[in-house]
């Protein structure tokens, strides 16, 4: 594993332990050049790959991670906890790749993350909807807002946002 700090090739496992619900390894690591520890997962690969359909009709492979980063940009500052975003893309990567078998529509995956969005955090759905659906006027962004304030939310718990850390292991 290269460092995410200093690039070096050289650590060692402080710890490692089940994540994930069992479908990965969490590993933490001490970079032995420069002393900075960091996190790895160590997953299980798909044999059969995922295929993005995007809108100009490119193929493109399924990356979990874009679904992070789309997640992490619509979300901002708004007070969700990491692992809450992890647990969405986990469960939405899974659902992907039990529904489909070959190829999916970069626009059902934005439908579906839309609606988790929607249901953990209505600002952070009301950021990712305005890019995934552009909307072309503020009329267009209106009926959305009045949309979301007429639909029955599911507000979030507390686990959701603020899940219960994790006891040591001694």
């Known amino acids: ?9 050289n650590d060692k496992v402080i710890d490692s332990r089940p994540g994930e619900d069992g479908s990965a390894i969490r590993r933490r690591r001490e970079c032995l050049a420069c002393g900075k520890r960091y996190t790895t997962y160590e997953r299980v690969e798909r044999a059969a790959r995922l295929t993005v359909v995007k809108r100009d009709g490119a193929r493109v492979p399924f990356d979990a991670e874009k679904l992070m980063r789309g997640l992490q940009a619509a979300c901002g500052k708004r007070p969700i906890a990491q692992e809450a975003k992890e647990r969405l ?7 992907l790749h039990r529904a489909f078998d070959r190829e999916v529509e970069s626009a059902e995956i934005g439908r579906r993350l839309a609606a988790r969005l929607r249901d953990l955090d209505p600002i952070a759905y009301v950021r990712f909807a305005s890019e995934h659906y552009g909307f072309a006027s503020i009329e267009e962004f209106a009926a959305e807002m ?3 304030q007429n639909r029955p939310v599911r ?11 994790r006891p040591e292991k001694t």
């Open 1 to 9: 594993m290269r460092c995410p700090s200093c690039d070096a090739d």
């Open 89 to 95: 893309v986990q469960s939405l990567d899974e659902e």
């Open 146 to 148: 009045v949309a979301l």
């Open 155 to 165: 507000l979030p718990n507390e686990r959701d946002l603020f899940p219960p850390a």
